[in-house]
């Protein structure tokens, strides 16, 4: 079953800056991205710094207004939802933050905070909130008497599981996981990357999950879906996608992750920089930094469409079919 679907959402940002200062186009930031998530898979949101990955993220969520767009959670059009029954959503869809010290606040113990968020939804109050708050330090791997402790008083990794916790408190259906490693060490991803599939198992829990490391989303994805520049490039399932990537942007990307196969496709160099999404190229947005031999143009003055390349890949590229499909060896 369907949770979340999300149809042509769109967010530009006036551009510009200073009272005086000559505004130009709309930066946009994410520009007519539709995607669904069923119902306990873990979609993976991949992409460079900059292609619109978290400030999608911040749209499904409402905590950004789109410029246009609808989003749609278990059959609610979210962009209508006030009041109490806004409140409502908060409660079934939350978020864990990208740096585990910067999304707690340094004055409140860890326990206050689980606390709050128990208060704020009347899930517990009392001894029956003390039980809660217990009950979740032991589901993220921390001890009861982890509730006195405040944030500076923790590693990073144990700052992150207060944060998993803090998500979990208020009994979530979906969970926006952003970029939740990438801020801990190596040795630590691990151990925080098995705790949140232990979680999604025992509580049924759909995520969200943006990263830019495909390291990390091959560990966690069902499905994969490709941003660049605030559109959406290929999306499908994660097996098919490493295996043979039908955009030459995911090629370039998965050409990246280290392998310890000898003898694999080589790297996929990038040709310039990405865009400003102020002044987007003409056509498909990647055509500038596309490795592709026949780019043309065709490529520089229509941009491409979302559409079946094989499999059950979508990809946006006029070349998926004419060979651009990917080098052997991928997976």
Not at 43 to 68: F, N, Y
Not at 157 to 171: D, F, H, S
Request: with cysteine; charged share 25%; net charge neutral.
């Amino acid at each position: 079953m369907t949770l979340l679907t999300v149809e042509g959402l769109t967010k530009h940002f006036p551009s510009g800056g200073g009272m005086f200062a000559r505004r130009g186009d709309p930066i946009r930031a994410v520009d007519g991205v539709s995607f669904e998530i069923r119902r306990g898979e873990t979609l993976a949101l991949v992409g460079e710094s900059g292609s619109g990955k978290t400030t999608l993220a911040r749209l499904v969520l409402r905590l950004l207004e789109p410029t246009a767009g609808r989003i749609s959670f278990d059959g609610e059009d979210v962009l209508a939802l006030e009041g109490p029954e806004l409140k409502r959503f908060r409660r079934r869809a939350q978020i864990i933050f990208q740096d585990p010290f910067g999304s707690l606040n340094p004055r409140m113990s860890v326990g206050g905070m689980l606390r709050e968020a128990l208060a704020v939804h009347e899930l517990a109050q009392g001894d029956g909130a003390k039980r809660r708050i217990a009950e979740l330090l032991d589901a993220v791997g921390l001890q009861a008497d982890d509730a006195f402790k405040y944030p500076h008083q923790f590693s990073g990794g144990q700052r992150q599981r207060a944060g998993i916790a803090r998500a979990l408190a208020v009994e979530p259906e979906f969970i926006v996981a952003d970029e939740p490693v990438s801020a801990l060490d190596v040795s630590v991803q691990a151990q925080v990357l098995n705790l949140l599939a232990d979680l999604q198992d025992r509580f049924d829990l759909t995520y969200l999950f943006i990263s830019h490391d495909l390291s990390v989303v091959r560990q966690v994805a069902d499905r994969v879906t490709v941003m660049y520049l605030g559109a959406i490039v290929e999306l499908g399932p994660a097996d098919e996608i490493f295996r043979a990537p039908r955009h030459p942007y995911t090629q370039a990307l998965l050409s990246a992750v280290p392998t310890p196969r000898a003898g694999g496709p080589g790297r996929i160099p990038l040709k310039g920089e990405v865009a400003s999404p102020a002044e987007p190229p003409t056509g498909c947005p990647f055509h500038p930094r596309c490795h592709h031999p026949d780019v043309d143009d065709i490529c520089r003055a229509r941009q491409p469409r979302l559409e079946p390349s094989g499999g059950a890949v979508l990809a946006a590229c006029h070349k998926v079919g004419a060979g651009a499909g990917a080098p052997s060896g991928q997976g």
